[in-house]
């Protein structure tokens, strides 16, 4: 059976284990504009965070930024092994605040949509009087649920007949040739799905992901976009005709946003594209949250070496804060951007990331692998989130008791 591409976790409040006990008055500390009391957990982080990293690591079991880990880190109780390759990671990295975009018209929808018949219609009022109607006769409990989202309330829509394109929120795209799209839709359904991700050798060399990828940049470039970071390609190929399947986010300067959240929370904000590619041009395109001007860059200090991060890791594991499986391993690590919505300015905070992507995950626990099962049954942190300066822990995923 062939799996979502885009699995995804929904859950409440993560409920976290944290172990007290009497301790001595502790210092006051200031986040925000607003002092409290200081754990010692956050004063073990900050000494490794204050600490002056060893750059010498030849010839030790030390991890660094630009080689491979393969280690439990924590205990055999409470631990998580991490086999990853770690990318080489700069000095520093600036924190970006984005706003909404304030150059999009109908002129520049209309360049994005690329008609070749020029019969084109603005439909805005029409889609929005039929979703009125559409929803006017749901019961309420069959209503969408209305997420955050990041822009204002802004739509327009035009169609050719062919194609069509809109922009929404300003920061919204979605783009669709029916005719491109017929047919992807028809290999979709019989051809079995090939990940490329990792394994870029394994897509025919007539049609590599590159070009994919290349044919995908050019229609972005439109919107001033010069740069992606892909989180997952699949290729599909029936009777001689292909297409890619990319999964995507925006980047900066090399470092894109992440793209693996597992569980959402109402009120987060997850910049995502997709992307359906044949060779003669791009069937559908949609990106979510995706589009925004920068209007704040701020550097807030270095970012943490791969063997701080596994010394705050192992502090957090000593201190129950999450839960790991010593044979549950966590294959990827690397330093994104980690998305905040903030009122109508997205933050993006340069975070080290390290997980195992869900789809692996599901596919080892369905393939018998106990490791994972007991891993998922017992709320072991699989998808952790760690600021890259400050080493404060900003995310873990581990509950898996719903899905969709």
């Given at each position: ?333 690397e330093l994104v951007y980690y998305p905040t919505l903030r009122e109508k300015e997205l933050m993006l905070t340069p975070a080290w990331h390290i997980y195992i992507p869900l789809h692996e995950m599901m596919d080892a626990m369905e393939s018998g692998d106990n490791a994972w099962q007991q891993a998922v049954e017992n709320g072991t942190a699989w998808n952790i989130y760690l600021d890259a300066v400050t080493g404060e822990l900003i995310k873990h995923s581990g509950d898996m008791s719903r899905t969709f």
């Open positions: 059976m062939k799996k979502k591409f885009l699995s995804v976790l929904i859950a409440g409040a993560l409920g976290i284990c944290v172990l007290t006990g009497c301790q001595k008055a502790p210092e006051a500390s200031a986040d925000s504009d607003v002092y409290h009391a200081k754990s010692s957990l956050e004063g073990e982080v900050g000494n490794i965070v204050a600490k002056e990293p060893d750059t010498n690591t030849a010839g030790t079991d030390k991890p660094k930024s630009g080689g491979s880990y393969d280690a439990l880190v924590g205990t055999e109780e409470n631990g998580i092994w991490i086999c990853a390759e770690v990318p080489a990671a700069p000095q520093t990295a600036r924190t970006l605040t984005l706003q909404k975009r304030d150059d999009w018209d109908t002129e520049k929808l209309k360049e994005l949509l690329d008609s070749e018949n020029g019969n084109i219609q603005d439909i805005t009022a029409e889609y929005l009087a039929q979703r009125e109607k559409e929803l006017s006769e749901m019961n309420e409990e069959d209503k969408p649920v209305e997420w955050m989202n990041f822009g204002d309330d802004s739509l327009m829509i035009l169609s050719d007949g062919q194609k069509e394109v809109s922009f929404a929120r300003n920061t919204s795209v979605s783009y669709v040739d029916e005719i491109f799209k017929k047919n992807c839709d028809a290999i979709y359904k019989k051809a079995p799905e090939i990940d490329v991700t990792r394994d870029s050798e394994t897509a025919p060399a007539q049609f590599p992901v590159s070009h994919a990828k290349d044919i995908l940049l050019e229609k972005l470039a439109v919107l001033d976009i010069t740069e992606i970071h892909i989180s997952r390609a699949l290729y599909y190929e029936l009777d001689g005709t292909a297409f890619y399947e990319l999964a995507f986010t925006p980047s900066y300067e090399t470092i894109g946003v992440a793209s693996e959240f597992g569980q959402i929370v109402l009120g987060e904000v997850q910049p995502r594209g997709t992307a359906w590619i044949t060779e003669d041009g791009i069937a559908t395109m949609r990106l979510e949250n995706y589009c925004g001007k920068i209007t704040e860059q701020s550097e807030n200090g270095k970012i943490l070496t791969f063997s701080q991060v596994t010394d705050i890791l192992g502090k957090y594991l000593e201190n129950n804060t999450f839960c790991g499986n010593a044979k549950a391993k966590l294959t990827q690590a």
